[in-house]
């Protein structure tokens, strides 16, 4: 088995009489360690990124949501939500009334989802980490705040003044159709006292006020929309989940975070597919070199191959020589892309050596980067599968072709 590792060798880095077939198996180590780099840089930034994103919207999705099966509001005050409150895992228990809104602040209006959350909010999620203006503050002294998103707050022009209050508009319940306002509408004001910064779809959308505040303007007494729950980082999530929805029964939806994120998880997971099938397609491209060079060696080493096989070598024994040679230069080729991409993406996470454009208007200052052992495997292997196809078919037609005449 030796043997032809031995002779592939010494045909891999040997002068030949051709510089040309040198030139060829250089560009092809080139050719393979650059598509390699590119696929473990990219796939770490996409890393990165998605990290990052992911980070932004658990900020703001908790780990468990409750919402009712048919309708839209239901009540926390039954013994089945007693028994959830002190299932072991469950955390923080925070009720929640969400609906839709006119915000109205000088002359600008803005429909906007109010979101009322109750004291426990703030541990629940994280959207107090995610404040870039004034203060997490929903309530002091009695008096109610609202915390609103920073795309409402540009829409309106809002300023934290506490001078001028915003107003909303919400239809009234159980009225008859009037084209008077002051009839058809309820109407509260409220002061904000901080605006927050997640994600566009968050920032044009919430405002975050005190649940009895939202009670009061929708005319609720007990009702929640949803309940949000935080569960111990060390408990079996799965399990805990499980549990939640056997306790509550068929009436309710319980969700996790990525189902409350479905599509947006499949997007992500199909959009670092679609990046690892087009890097591969160009690796597979720069791939094709190593055809033309194993022809050549092929062709230069027919006299070789005879005096093999006149010493009693078969011709699935030179192929193997060939085929040797072959894959070695996809496995050089990926060894130094694979340790490029590697000591790039180091630099980058170590010195963000690459700014973002515009980056003072973002959350972070350059490509964040997030390297994955199990990406380095999948390129390597990918690589290897590439390199092996390329080598395999002119290893079996050309030497079908060029050899067939030893014996």
Same mark, same amino acid.
């Given at each position: 088995m030796m043997f032809p590792f031995y002779i592939s060798r010494r045909y891999l880095f040997a002068?030949?009489?051709?510089?040309?077939?040198?030139?060829?198996?250089?560009?092809?180590?080139?050719?393979?360690? #650059?598509?390699?780099?590119?696929?473990? #840089?990219?796939?770490? #930034?996409?890393?990165?990124?998605?990290?990052?994103?992911?980070?932004?919207?658990?900020?703001?999705?908790?780990d468990i949501k409750i919402s009712a099966a048919v309708g839209k509001t239901f009540t926390t005050q039954t013994p089945s939500f007693q028994k959830v409150k002190h299932i072991q895992g469950v955390s923080d228990f925070c009720n929640v009334v969400e609906e839709n809104a006119l915000l109205k602040y000088g002359d600008r209006q803005f429909i906007a989802t109010i979101k009322g959350v109750d004291y426990n909010y703030a541990k629940v999620c994280g959207l107090d980490t995610m404040i870039r203006q004034g203060s997490f503050m929903l309530e002091k002294d009695s008096v109610p705040f609202a915390i609103i998103g920073q795309g409402v707050a540009y829409y309106l022009a809002v300023g934290l003044n506490f001078v001028n209050p915003i107003y909303l508009y919400v239809p009234r319940r159980n009225e008859e159709l009037s084209f008077d306002p002051n009839e058809a509408f309820n109407k509260m004001f409220i002061f904000p006292s901080g605006i927050f910064s997640i994600e566009e779809d968050f920032d044009e959308k919430y405002v975050i006020v005190p649940i009895s505040f939202a009670r009061n303007l929708l005319e609720y007494k007990d009702e929640v929309t949803s309940v949000e729950i935080k569960l111990d980082s060390t408990c079996n999530k799965q399990a805990v989940q499980s549990e939640i929805q056997h306790t509550l029964g068929k009436n309710y939806t319980v969700q996790n975070r990525y189902e409350q994120n479905k599509l947006f998880y499949r997007i992500m997971k199909s959009e670092k597919w679609a990046i690892y099938f087009i890097l591969t397609f160009i690796l597979i491209v720069a791939s094709f070199n190593i055809i033309g060079s194993l022809t050549m060696l092929?062709? $230069?080493?027919?006299?070789?191959?005879?005096?093999?096989?006149?010493?009693?070598?078969?011709?699935?024994?030179?192929?193997?020589?060939?085929?040797? $040679?072959?894959?070695?230069?996809?496995?050089?080729?990926?060894?130094?892309?694979?340790?490029?991409?590697?000591?790039?993406?180091?630099?980058? $996470?170590?010195? $963000?050596? #690459?700014?973002?454009?515009?980056?003072?208007?973002?959350?972070?200052?350059?490509?964040?980067?997030?390297m994955h052992f199990i990406d380095f495997v999948a390129v390597l292997l990918t690589v290897a599968v590439i390199g092996f196809i390329t080598t395999w078919y002119p290893v079996k037609f050309i030497t079908k072709k060029y050899l067939s005449d030893i014996s």
């Open positions: 002068k030949k009489s051709q510089n040309v077939i040198n030139i060829i198996s250089a560009i092809s180590v080139i050719g393979v360690a #650059v598509g390699t780099m590119a696929l473990i #840089v990219v796939l770490s #930034v996409f890393n990165g990124f998605d990290n990052l994103i992911k980070s932004l919207y658990n900020s703001f999705y908790p092929i062709l $230069e080493k027919k006299d070789d191959s005879f005096t093999l096989r006149s010493m009693g070598a078969d011709v699935k024994l030179l192929r193997k020589i060939f085929l040797i $040679e072959g894959w070695s230069i996809s496995a050089i080729g990926a060894v130094i892309g694979l340790g490029l991409g590697g000591l790039i993406c180091w630099l980058q $996470e170590k010195f $963000e050596l #690459v700014k973002l454009h515009g980056s003072g208007s973002f959350i972070i200052n350059a490509y964040p980067v997030d």
